[in-house]
């Protein structure tokens, strides 16, 4: 009787926690999306949704994985990429088209060796079958650069700006740079 009851104080009082914190109003805004788009582009705007929202803290959810909005049910928006194709429970909220970008102070000159390649810095986001990477390699003649590959956009992005070489960069993910 004694191992009993102490089991059933120990559940009950865990459903008393889960209730009283069922009951509290929640404040928060939980925005899950990749981390480049983290980095590049919701941080940027995190002052405007904050003066936009000033009774609610946005709490910004980086991961690269998909999520299930049913099973994370703290998360009230989540922001991936895709494909056109679209599940019935999504909204498309924009497009966004890849870009070549260098800093102004990237430059091969006359005084450059002639067999020296450009670089060329690409995001290659590891296997995934949900997230497909972007098929530049139809784009771009890697004959006439040194490819280098980054699992993050935001790595890219970090070498063009020090001026190391062209980056394959989203125009929505560039822009704060720009």
């Not at 989540?78 to 494909?83: E, F, I, N, S, V």
């Not at 005084?111 to 590891?126: G, Q, R």
């Given at each position: 009787?004694e191992k009993l009851?102490t ?11 889960l209730?009283?914190e ?31 929202f ?19 049910q ?11 194709e ?14 070549l ?42 004959s ?24 394959l ?10």
């Open positions: 009787g009851a089991a059933c104080n120990t559940h009950l009082r865990q459903l008393d926690h209730v009283t069922f009951q509290q109003p929640k404040t928060d805004i939980s925005i899950s999306c990749c981390n480049s788009f983290a980095a590049l582009w919701l941080t940027p705007k995190s002052t405007e949704i904050n003066d936009t000033p009774n609610n803290v946005l709490k910004i959810c980086a991961s690269d994985s998909l999520i299930d909005l049913k099973r994370e703290h998360i009230d928006l989540a922001l991936r990429y895709g494909g056109d679209q599940i019935s429970d999504e909204v498309l909220l924009g497009t966004e088209k890849i870009c970008f260098k800093h102004p102070e990237y430059k091969l000159d006359e005084t450059t060796d002639p067999t020296e390649k450009p670089v060329l810095f690409v995001t290659e986001w590891p296997e995934n079958e949900l997230l497909k990477n972007i098929d530049w390699h139809n784009w771009i003649d890697t006439k650069y040194h490819v280098k590959t980054f699992q993050q956009e935001f790595f890219v992005l970090q070498a063009v700006m020090t001026g190391q070489g062209y980056g960069l989203s125009n929505v993910l560039s822009t704060s740079a720009v």
